[in-house]
């Protein structure tokens, strides 16, 4: 295998995946869906035969020196519940839209897609739906649907198109070390499905 090849996860480990990454991405680290889920984090370099293995190694280091800050809600609610101005935005429609404003027209063709799909995203939060952890997760409901052809074009047409420019501001925060090395991780995930 070439070096620049990635290496495609069963649909199973994909979909756990996505799920585990949503979580991650929509959930603050101290809640009760995302503790149980810590453990794997640490584990990540050892489920995909990635593209860069050293890479999400020292991605799954900087996650265990940083699991305990106890900064770590802190930090997650500046980067994705907006104490300020963000430095990452999480939705979409930031990325897509020509005003860079929520709910843009971006985010109701997201909600369109949804709709079409028969998912209703219900967090019990008044939010946008593309909201970058949600849409991982919604991609997981549909793999697990059994409905390949939506989960593409979920991520060809709704999640791709911003997700680069999206991790790469994450990528840049001075906030987080602990989501700058989940960011790189989920990139690297994101090349491979």
Request: glycine share 4%; aromatic share 10%; with cysteine.
């Amino acid at each position: 295998m070439k070096n620049n090849e990635a290496i495609h996860p069963d649909k199973l480990t994909s979909t756990i995946l996505a799920k585990l990454f949503g979580a991650f991405f929509y959930y603050p680290p101290d809640h009760q869906t995302v503790k149980p889920l810590i453990d794997i984090l640490f584990q990540l370099e050892h489920i995909v035969d990635w593209q860069n293995a050293v890479l999400i190694g020292e991605q799954c280091q900087i996650i265990a020196t940083q699991i305990n800050n106890p900064e770590l809600n802190y930090q997650f609610s500046l980067l994705f519940k907006g104490q300020g101005a963000m430095s990452a935005p999480p939705w979409g429609s930031v990325y897509l839209d020509q005003e860079q404003l929520l709910m843009g027209e971006s985010q109701e063709r997201y909600r369109q897609f949804l709709q079409q799909q028969g998912l209703t995203l219900n967090t019990g939060i008044n939010e946008p739906e593309d909201q970058f952890g949600l849409m991982l997760m919604a991609y997981a409901i549909l793999q697990e649907k059994n409905n390949p052809k939506a989960a593409k074009q979920l991520m060809d047409e709704h999640l791709l198109i911003w997700s680069s420019a999206y991790l790469k501001k994450l990528k840049q925060n001075e906030i987080s070390p602990f989501y700058r090395a989940l960011a790189v991780i989920v990139e690297q995930y994101l090349l491979m499905i």
